[in-house]
C-alpha cells in the first residue's frame, strides 16, 4: 500500500526554505520542504506558482520544479534572477528558514512515460529548468529513450548544471549534448552563435511517431525554432512547450 500523500493545491500554501544552492553567477536552486511523506502531485515539465506581494502588488511567476517529481521531505526551483526582475529578484533575496507562498503544481509540457523513443531538448539560457527533471527522470528511471540536448547560451558561464550534463554525457550513452554559445571564450571547440536550421537538423531527432522535440527559451528563439522543425515536419504536437 503506498502512503504517500501527493501534494496539488490550488491557493498559495506557505513553504519552508531548506536549502540554497548557487548554480552560476545569476541562478540559485532553492530547497523547500514537504512533510517527510509528502511529494508534489506532478509529472516532469508541470509547474508552479511562486506568490508574493511586492511594492503593495500580488505577483505571481510560474516556476518548473528541476528536482524528481517522485522526491518525498522536498522539491527544487531552480531560478535565474533578473536584475529587474520582481518575482526572481524576491526569491534570491530569501534566506533558509524564510517561507514562501506556493501553489500547483498546474500542468505543463510535461514528459509522459512512452510518449517517445528519440527525444530532443531545445533550450536557451533558462529556458533549461523545464528540462531538468525530464532529462533526469528519462535517464535515472533508466527510461528507453535516446535524447539530445542542444543548450544555447551567451557566455560559457551561463551554462546551468553543466557539470551534470557532462555527467550524464560520460555516463549515459543515451544522452548527448551540444553546447552553443554566442559569445564563446578563446579555445572553444562548441558550436558558436545562433541555432540555425542546420543545426537541428544535424543534432535533434528527425520528425517521426516517436520523436518529439521540448522547446524553451526567449520567445523569438521559441518562434524561430518552432518554424523551423515545422518545416522539417515536426507535427504541432511533437513539439513541447513549457
Ligand atoms: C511555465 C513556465 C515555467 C517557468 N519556469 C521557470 C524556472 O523554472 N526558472 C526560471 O528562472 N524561470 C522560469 N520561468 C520564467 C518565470 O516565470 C519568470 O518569468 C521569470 O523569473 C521573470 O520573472 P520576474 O518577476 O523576476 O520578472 P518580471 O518582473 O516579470 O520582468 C522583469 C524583466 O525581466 C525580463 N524578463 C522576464 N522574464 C524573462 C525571460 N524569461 N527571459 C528574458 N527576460 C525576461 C522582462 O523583459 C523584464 O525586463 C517560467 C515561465 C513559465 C511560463
Known amino acids: 500500500m503506498n502512503s504517500m500523500t501527493r501534494i496539488k493545491t490550488k491557493t498559495p500554501s506557505p513553504y519552508k526554505l531548506t536549502h540554497i544552492e548557487t548554480d552560476t ?3 540559485k536552486t532553492f530547497r523547500f520542504e514537504l512533510p517527510a511523506d509528502a511529494t508534489l502531485d506532478m509529472l516532469p515539465g508541470d509547474f508552479l506558482y511562486v506568490h508574493a506581494t511586492v511594492n503593495g502588488k500580488q505577483v505571481k511567476r510560474a ?14 526551483v531552480t531560478v535565474k534572477r533578473y536584475e529587474t526582475g520582481t518575482i526572481s529578484k524576491y526569491l534570491h533575496e530569501q534566506k533558509i528558514g524564510d517561507t514562501v507562498l506556493i501553489s500547483g503544481p498546474n500542468t505543463g509540457g510535461h ?3 512512452g510518449m517517445a523513443k528519440r527525444v530532443g531538448f531545445v533550450a536557451g539560457g533558462t529556458g533549461i529548468t523545464p528540462m531538468v527533471s525530464i532529462i533526469r527522470w528519462i535517464l535515472t528511471k533508466k527510461i528507453d529513450a535516446e535524447l539530445s540536448l542542444i543548450f544555447a547560451n551567451k557566455t560559457e558561464q551561463d551554462i546551468i548544471f553543466r557539470q551534470e ?11 548527448h549534448c551540444y553546447y552553443l554559445l554566442e559569445q564563446p571564450p578563446a579555445g572553444w571547440t562548441g558550436n558558436t552563435g545562433r541555432i540555425t536550421p542546420d543545426l537541428l537538423r544535424q543534432y535533434l531527432p528527425s520528425p517521426g511517431p516517436d520523436a518529439c522535440v521540448f522547446l524553451c527559451g526567449p520567445p523569438p528563439m521559441i518562434d524561430a525554432v518552432e518554424a523551423t522543425l515545422k518545416e522539417f515536419g515536426y ?8
Not at 516556476?63 to 527544487?76: A, E, N, R
Not at 550534463?165 to 544522452?175: A, H, L, P
Not at 507535427?235 to 513549457?242: A, F, K, N, Y
Open 111 to 113: 514528459w509522459v512515460d
Open 235 to 242: 507535427p504541432e504536437q511533437g513539439i513541447i512547450l513549457p
Open 25 to 27: 553567477h545569476d541562478t
Open 165 to 175: 550534463w557532462d555527467r550524464y554525457v560520460r555516463d549515459y550513452s543515451n544522452f
Open 63 to 76: 516556476y518548473t520544479p528541476s528536482s524528481l517529481p517522485d522526491i518525498t521531505g522536498s522539491f527544487d
